[in-house]
T-cell receptor, first 115, second 113 residues
């Protein structure tokens, strides 16, 4: 296992278009997190899953954002009707909870630019 | 409400010097305090972490000092090297409850040779 994998690494889209990002966590990890990071800021929590259940969503996750983890393995994050303010690095992380959380490993992120 | 406040925003240290980054938290339910290191174009990577039952943890050149009563913790990098030049983030969460990590805004460290 090579760690958390995110695809694509970079995405340039026109304002108003929809985009979808994929995250493949470390295989045995049951927790999966999405964060957003803008330049000069720390990662901001968006949402997380335990297995296929979405347990928490941040206020940052507007109704244009939706995340899924249909089989408790990979996850997708979709942004509809993108806006320039959505330009950021979208980070995925995974960990194992049994019963406490283990270390969270991050992927390299998907950098979104909305033009 | 920013739950984890980090300072300084940037830091320049000479090679061989000590780098010190500070964080303060507000939520007394937090019970896990990691530091992450991030290089440009990469995701954050865990450097070292501490739980509140100890006041200090050391791993190689990296030490976390934790002050529960003051709700503060700090990262000390001894014998700083140019390869340590990166952005460092403190974070915290209620690990027992399984909440997500809350990150500070980051400190950009430059170690001059």
């Amino acid at each position: 296992d090579t760690g958390v994998s995110q695809d694509p690494r970079h995405k340039i889209t026109k304002r108003g278009q929809n985009v979808t990002f994929r995250c493949d966590p470390i295989s045995e990890h049951n927790r999966l997190y999405w964060y957003r990071q803008t330049l000069g800021q720390g990662p901001e929590f968006l949402t997380y899953f335990q297995n296929e259940a979405q347990l928490e969503k941040s206020r940052l996750l507007s109704d244009r954002f939706s995340a899924e983890r249909p089989k408790g393995s990979f996850s997708t994050l979709e942004i509809q009707r993108t806006e320039q303010g959505d330009s950021a690095m979208y980070l995925c992380a995974s960990s194992f909870r049994q019963p406490m959380n283990t270390e969270a490993f991050f992927g390299q992120g998907t950098r979104l630019t909305v033009v | 409400q920013q739950q984890v406040k980090q300072s300084p925003q940037s830091l320049i240290v000479q090679k061989g010097g000590i780098s010190i980054i500070n964080c303060a938290y507000e939520n007394t339910a937090f019970d896990y305090f990691p530091w992450y290191q991030q290089f440009p174009g990469k995701g954050p990577a865990l450097l070292i972490a501490i739980r509140p039952d100890v006041s200090e943890k050391k791993e190689g050149r990296f030490t976390i000092s934790f002050n529960k009563s003051a709700k503060q913790f700090s990262l000390h990098i001894m014998d700083s090297q140019p390869g340590d030049s990166a952005t460092y983030f403190c974070a915290a969460n209620n690990n027992q409850a399984g909440t997500a990590l809350i990150f500070g805004k980051g400190t950009t460290l430059s170690v001059s040779s």
